[in-house]
């Protein structure tokens, strides 16, 4: 049963989720390098353009202060995917002058910011002094658990080096690694670690965009202030930026749940290992879902759908019964529209074959200090409704309108889809009991432990349209995608509602203003379904 519940969230999770393909970095697509180091601005970095160089790519580490006690780095980071479970080389030109104390190629492979699977920056056979152009290299093995690879050239200390001709290649496994650090000899990571960092990794993303999005739109709003723009022109940049940064989190997050579901995948196949360390009896546990047992002693807690940790049983009923929570939303069900003077049942769209998916993180305040019946529960989430239109028909633009036409050939498949960045608020009833510590001494609410039942609304924008249409012509499968905005309205709000018992609710969304802009007859999305709020 336990493996049945856990294939049907991966499923879930990967219908809500398109992953999205990364291109592989290499050093020949990018000549963008960084500055970093421990005393960056003790050096001046970068592309040498003097004449001696000419038109070659030669980049250069300076110092500029007399003393320095740290480093200089011109680094980059790339995805590992084309070098999983491959040895590399990194090689390249290095000329130096007057190094006081030591300069290296160096490369590292990591998994996040967890741990360093490989690692070698010369500092065993460092550069020194002064030194014509000499080839170097690093070889390094790139274990499967890798995300990242980072590499560069750093000078420590005083003195100048130049360096060029930087290049990454896959070599024979028996060419032995240079580094302290071998990536041969990195232990599997864990199951846990694995899933604690993705989790981390992903609250990281989410934070960073929030954050980068605060900083634009307080820069518009000052703009605005200072009379710069008009309002109206604030309006739309921010309405801008939102949608930009919103894109971001979609596609950033949706790698790594996917990252995700296929660890959870290997761990029910059992194609991956736990920790040393027992999962009930010496420190670790795992769960899925709304897991509601408090009873955990002083292991720690990896819940996966939540994308929670909770270090031991003080930690989870502290964090689970603070007056403001937070939870991941995902719901699924049937999509349809409801088009002015004609009943559902008349719809123009398939009631099985349309469908919704909503994922997002909410927060769950609770309103009255000392009674758990009312809260406040507000978030973010983004909104996929998709239409299957009846009778062959697709929909195209014409004009100001957009007219559901019969196609010319017969398809296989025709949707339409509509996304939406949504603000949802919900006044949320929750019969949850009040809770009594062990020892009789403290009392305390949690919330999603009985009958729930949410009335509220959303609003937000539209990220993008698209239609998909598949069809064959001469016995050829084609695959047609149409993105556009369709005449489809930039804004959506509407009313919602859910109820049901702890994680689980039925859920019921009608958008109040209709899906076209000009169309003659007013068509308003409507959506049935399921909800999880883990929490």
Known sequence: MQKIILYAIIMALSLVNKVIAQDVLTIEKSKVWSERGSKPESYQMGLDKSIEYGSQDVLTLKSIKKDIKGFGNLMQTINPDLYLGKTIRMSGYVKSEDVKSWAGLWMRVDFYDVKVLAFDNMQNRAIKGTKDWTKYEIVLFVPKDATSISYGVLLDGTGQIWFKDIQLEIVDDAIPETGLTKGKNTKNISFEEKAEAIAANIELITNNEKNALKKEVEAIDLKVKEAEISAEKGQELKLKVAEERAKNIEDKVAVEEAKLVQL????????????????????????????????IG???????????????????????SKRTTSQFVFATGLNNVITEGESLSDSDFRVWGS????????????????????????????????????????FVRNGEQTDLVTGAVNFD?????????????????????????????????????????GIGGYAGVRIKSKQILKYEIDDLDIKERQKGDFNVNDFTYGLSAYIGYKATSLYVKYDLNPMFQNNAFDQNNISLGVRFDFN
């Open 264 to 295: 959870v995948k290997d761990k029910v196949d059992g194609k991956i290992s736990s920790s040393d360390k027992k999962n009930y009896n010496d420190g670790h546990t795992i769960t899925m879902g709304g897991n509601s047992n408090d009873s």
């Open 413 to 453: 498949e025709s949707r339409f889809r509509n996304v939406f960045l949504v603000a949802p608020l919900h006044l949320e009833f929750d019969f949850s009991p009040k809770k009594t510590s062990k020892d009789g001494e403290r009392t305390y609410f949690k919330t999603h432990e009985s009958v729930r039942l």
């Open 355 to 394: 469908h919704f998916y909503e994922w997002g993180f909410t927060y769950n305040s609770r309103i009255l200090k000392n009674h758990n019946l009312l809260h406040a529960k507000y978030g973010l989430s983004l909104m996929y409704n998709n239409l299957r239109p009846t009778e062959n028909r697709y």
């Open 298 to 320: 002083t292991q720690k807690e990896y819940n996966l759908t939540s994308f929670k940790i909770y270090n031991g049983e003080k930690d989870k009923i502290e964090r689970k």
